[in-house]
């Protein structure tokens, strides 16, 4: 499985960006799908994650109520909508796949990640 995440940019805080992860295989809607970020000198962190069966969603705290995730199975494509943005979530943000059975906000749980794609927010 290939991923691909665009649509990171620079943005002032407050601001919005809308993040899309592209998935290259035909099993997309059976695999659940996360995000995490990493700034720099810091650990990956899990950020969200949408499940495959029933796109039962799970957040980190430092998000709850201003990211959402969301899929579009048809496209293969899973998205992540960043609101009230701080410059504490400048990071580069990775989408990947969560192993069958792997524990949801554990990085190493997870298969097959994108590139990342940077994220910077100004103040």
């Known amino acids: 499985v290939q991923l691909v995440e665009s649509g990171g940019g620079l943005v002032q805080a407050g601001g919005s960006l809308r993040l899309s992860c592209v998935a290259s295989?035909?099993?997309?809607?059976?695999?659940?799908m996360g995000w995490f970020r990493q700034a720099p000198g810091k650990e990956r962190e899990f950020v969200a994650l949408?499940?495959?069966?029933?796109?039962?969603?799970y957040y980190a705290d430092s998000v709850k109520g201003r990211f959402t995730i969301s899929r579009d199975n048809a496209k293969n494509t899973m998205y992540l909508q960043l609101n009230s943005l701080n410059p504490e979530d400048t990071a580069v943000y990775y989408c990947a796949v969560l192993k069958t059975g792997g524990y949801v906000y554990r990085a190493n749980d997870y298969d097959y990640w994108g590139q990342g794609t940077q994220v910077t927010v100004s103040s």
């Open positions: 295989t035909s099993t997309f809607s059976r695999y659940a």
């Open positions: 949408i499940s495959g069966r029933d796109s039962s969603t």
